[in-house]
């Protein structure tokens, strides 16, 4: 599938090509001025590198070849850890994205059923979510999906948060400054092998506020971001 970042860095160069040659322009990225210029070189503009890493565009130099962008592994979840535009931080960092200010405070290995035939390992993560808004809203109704929860792994294999457990969190009702602390339940099957039991690297939590510009508004706040997804990486602690 076709990375729209890289549709966008296409657009770029394309229009690059049409001004005067002998030319530098500062470069804005998100809203940001990116430290390095674009030059003009024979009537072609070009971008330092270093913008590629400021749009998230992934990329490798080997020889005389710059690859831009990569190929997702066959096993990939959609929407797994590799194609989500999204805040990132360590366990114990608060990310917050105008509405929401989200924290995964601690990973744990959990059981259920145990000492029967059902017995199943998963992981439970536990966070904590503040509202930012100024009138009591619902996480679900700001664009937070139930199966947009997932962890994932170093292969991309992804695990969904328990259905109806998320709900407790997705369809709190939070008031202006509420917090609700809960643990989120990821359940492999029952018959995985206990040698297929990984630990996972990175909570993933989507939020399209697409369709709930209504219930946004009228919460008295806006997302800060164009990408307001939220992603902790579950290997490292602040």
């Known amino acids: 599938m076709f990375d729209p970042r890289l549709r966008t860095l296409a657009v770029l160069l394309a229009t690059g090509m049409a001004l005067a040659a002998g030319t530098t322009y500062s470069?804005?990225?998100g809203g940001q001025v990116a430290p390095d210029k674009a030059i003009v070189v024979n009537g072609k503009t070009y971008l330092p590198l270093s913008v590629l890493k400021e749009l998230g565009i992934p990329y490798s130099l080997r020889g005389t070849t710059l690859t831009?962008?990569?190929?997702?592994?066959?096993?990939?979840t959609p929407g797994g850890a590799n194609q989500r535009a999204s805040l990132e931080g360590c366990?114990?960092?608060t990310l917050f994205n105008g509405i929401w200010r989200f924290r995964a405070t601690r990973l744990e290995p959990i059981v259920k059923d145990a000492g029967t035939p059902l017995e199943t390992q998963g992981w439970g993560v536990t966070v904590e979510l503040r509202s930012g808004a100024k009138a009591m809203?619902?996480?679900v109704f700001t664009g937070m999906r139930d199966g947009g929860i997932q962890v994932a792994f170093d292969d991309a294999q992804t695990l969904t948060t328990d259905v109806l457990d998320v709900q407790k969190l997705t369809y709190a009702n939070l008031p202006p400054g509420g917090v609700l602390t809960h643990q989120l339940k990821f359940w492999y099957r029952y018959d995985t092998p206990k040698d297929q039991i990984k630990t996972p690297t990175k909570l993933l939590l989507e939020i399209n506020p697409t369709g709930f510009e209504n219930t946004i508004r009228a919460s008295g706040a806006s997302y800060t971001t164009p990408t307001p997804s939220?992603?902790?990486?579950l290997d490292c602690q602040k």
Do not use: T
């Open 27 to 29: 470069i804005v990225v």
């Open 68 to 76: 831009l962008g990569g190929s997702a592994p066959a096993n990939q």
């Open 91 to 93: 366990l114990g960092e």
């Open 137 to 139: 809203v619902q996480p």
């Open 230 to 233: 939220l992603r902790v990486r």
